[in-house]
């Protein structure tokens, strides 16, 4: 009888036990991701894939709500108080994840660490001048100028503890491209709607939900679960098989067999960012020698080698968009006109070459990861090889992007790949002053190749201060139109965006920006 009283109750304990984990995992978000994040310190590398990952941790004054406009979050309200002071008024009663009471102070500290001339992301604050404290829940920002666009910049300055910077030794920030680490860079202490409860890197991230977060969740989850799985087939099979529910980029290859499939829904658009090649500026190559990049004909010559409709049609099974100038069509500042890709052209391309005296090519290194975007590895495979049709010699080096970005941001490239999609500002000005401007303080910080047009710099730093929207985002224009005609980068495309989903969840938005935000899921 004894024995019979045991299993029942081991029964019901099993049973309880089998519900209990049904309803926890009815609100953890398995999340199979196509690379890992860099690092946990939102201000060590200015990749967008990582700060979207840290804006579950980390919040900024401002946000992007679900129709993408800015919203109040850690500030509750600002004013212009002088035609370069702004004056943030802060929301009372917010916790750090340890506990600590957010002041003015951390804003402070947040603000003077990544504006610290050793930051990587200096570039995303350009009308940064200086802040100062008026009160525990007041600060006012001192710009160099006018400037239209602080809140946007502000969206993606994420807010951390000052006394836990202090404690930790962690004031300055750290740096992936130069293999700067510190205490941020494993460990976490924000704001935002989940914390970190673990992390391996290149294995798992786990998240779990803030029960103290200041704003009224829309989302249930309880927890995150951040895999990377690099390969394309592994996260589909994970996928199919229910092991993950969640990927953020499903394989174009794939789609119809995931589309077919029974427990899973496909999310498609178009990326606003903009995939394209920079060109090496500097006198001499990598390897040593001239640099005949520098000649205009032959960055002309290599864009005409380059045939985009069949990259589209074939590498990207017909789901990217072919590219004309560097921005996506809703981002202020483009121009339908200037958005017409080049024509392929081969012979004229060969031609081009030997005007320029190098009929016979030359050797460079080309430079991608394998992870970054869509298809990267066989993208960079087929433009290779059309360019060896013209005579020239890429050295195709693919790798991980940890392991490929020092090359790229450290002048180790001739040619080499990179995505924008002008977040967080959302505006034309973002590549502007990031990467087409020369390397100057807070402008240039992608300016990888190391070119310098005063015209188009002189356009930018104009419509940085001018407060006239149709005036500025027609000097946006103008200086597009420089990039365009100097091929200081080469547009390739938008590339395509799918999610899969499993259909267990009743709210996935999907963003045009490529941003999941799990705050808004429910399950």
Not at 195 to 203: C, D, I, W
Not at 305 to 320: F, N, P, T
Request: proline residues 6%; aromatic residues 8%.
């Amino acid at each position: 009888m004894k024995r019979l009283q045991t299993i029942r109750r081991a029964a019901i304990c099993g049973a309880a036990a089998a519900l209990l984990a049904g309803a926890a995992s009815a609100e953890t978000i398995r999340w199979g991701a196509p690379r890992d994040i860099v690092s946990l310190d939102p201000y060590s590398y200015g990749d967008s894939y990582t700060i979207n990952f840290l804006n579950h941790i980390y919040e900024g004054l401002v946000r992007y709500n679900r129709d993408l406009e800015i919203e109040p979050a850690l500030a509750t309200e600002w004013e212009i108080v002088s035609p370069t002071t702004w004056r943030f008024t802060l929301r009372q009663g917010v916790k750090f994840h340890d506990g600590a009471d957010f002041t003015a102070e951390d804003v402070l500290a947040s603000l003077e660490r990544v504006s610290d001339e050793t930051s990587p992301l200096k570039g995303n604050l350009p009308a940064y001048k200086s802040a100062t404290v008026v009160d525990d829940h007041t600060i006012d920002i001192e710009l160099t100028g006018a400037y239209p666009l602080l809140l946007n910049d502000l969206t993606n300055i994420h807010i951390f503890d000052k006394g836990w910077l202090v404690a930790n030794n962690a004031e300055k920030p750290t740096d992936v491209s130069a293999g700067v680490e510190g205490y941020a860079t494993f460990n976490t202490n924000g704001t935002g709607p989940f914390q970190l409860e673990s992390r391996t890197p290149e294995a798992q991230t786990v998240l779990t939900v803030n029960g103290d977060w200041w704003d009224d969740p829309a989302h249930n989850l309880t927890r995150i679960e951040f895999q990377p799985i690099s390969s394309a087939a592994t996260r589909v099979a994970a996928l199919l098989s229910g092991e993950v529910d969640f990927v953020d980029s499903a394989p174009v290859q794939d789609l119809p067999r995931l589309e077919q499939a029974d427990n899973l829904t496909v999310l498609e658009r178009t990326d606003l960012r903009t995939v394209m090649l920079g060109f090496n500026r500097r006198d001499a190559l990598v390897a040593g020698g001239t640099n005949p990049m520098n000649d205009l004909r032959v960055r002309q010559a290599m864009q005409m080698a380059v045939d985009m409709e069949l990259i589209r049609d074939k590498v990207m099974r017909g789901k990217s968009r072919n590219a004309g100038t560097l921005v996506a069509p809703s981002i202020p500042g483009y121009s339908e006109a200037l958005d017409v890709p080049v024509a392929y052209d081969p012979e004229k391309a060969r031609a081009l070459l030997a005007e320029a005296g190098f009929a016979e090519g030359f050797e460079f290194d080309f430079v991608c990861t394998n992870e970054s975007y869509v298809n990267e590895e066989q993208f960079c495979q087929a433009i290779a090889s059309m360019w060896s049709r013209i005579g020239l010699t890429p050295k195709l080096d693919i790798g991980p992007t940890a392991k490929q970005t020092p090359k790229r941001a450290n002048g180790k490239a001739d040619v080499y790949t990179i995505g924008w999609a002008t977040l967080p500002m959302l505006d034309t000005y973002s590549i502007l002053v990031q990467m087409l401007h020369s390397k100057d303080g807070n402008s240039g910080v992608f300016n990888w190749g190391d070119w310098s047009y005063p015209e188009l710099d002189k356009l930018t730093q104009s419509a940085a201060v001018e407060l006239d929207r149709d005036t500025r985002l027609q000097m946006e224009t103008d200086a597009l139109k420089i990039a365009k005609d100097e091929i200081i980068m080469m547009p390739m495309h938008q590339q395509p965006m799918a999610w899969a989903v499993s259909k267990g969840f009743s709210d996935f938005p999907q963003f045009p920006d490529n941003k999941p935000r799990m705050w808004y899921v429910t399950k």
